[in-house]
């Protein structure tokens, strides 16, 4: 949805639903302005944004007055906040307990699953055999 008040277009102007909340307050083009929204068949989660939070090779870490400069500080919070999860972020022996307890699970899919491919084959066995006797038998509809 979008909510303007003032809107003044010199030129082109195009817009596509549905939007995201976009609010102005006064809006001028001049030349062409073109917005478009999600479309429903692409769903509705925002791409990933680029952050420039990876400082170049020639930043220094730390400012004039001895402390951190901010694009180091913007990436080492990217880092800690964002990508490990921050305070949240589980430890590492939670993080090795859940990767056993999925790794056994995985195997009990798989050994459950290959329980249930024997299953199937026995039956496919003893459906074919029926066929066979009826086929043999002359039996009406056997084959």
């Avoid at 952050?51 to 880092?79: C, H, N, T």
């Avoid at 307990?97 to 039956?123: F, I, P, R």
């Amino acid at each position: 949805m979008a909510t303007t008040t003032c809107s003044t277009i010199a030129g082109a102007y195009s817009a596509a639903q549905p939007f995201k909340v976009r609010l102005f307050t006064c809006m001028t083009i001049a030349g062409a302005e073109m917005a478009t929204g999600n479309v429903a068949w692409g769903g509705s989660a925002s791409k990933r944004q680029r952050v420039d939070w990876l400082p170049g090779a020639q930043v220094p870490v730390l400012d004039a007055g001895g402390r951190m400069s901010k694009p180091w500080y913007r990436f080492f919070q990217e880092i800690a906040q964002n990508r490990l999860g921050g305070i949240d972020a589980k430890t590492l022996p939670e993080v090795e307990t859940t990767t056993a307890k999925t790794q056994e699970q995985v195997l009990s899919v798989q050994s459950n699953t290959d329980l249930a491919v024997q299953a199937v084959n026995a039956c496919v066995t003893a459906v074919n055999t029926t066929r066979q006797v009826a086929v043999n038998s002359n039996l009406s509809g056997a084959t």
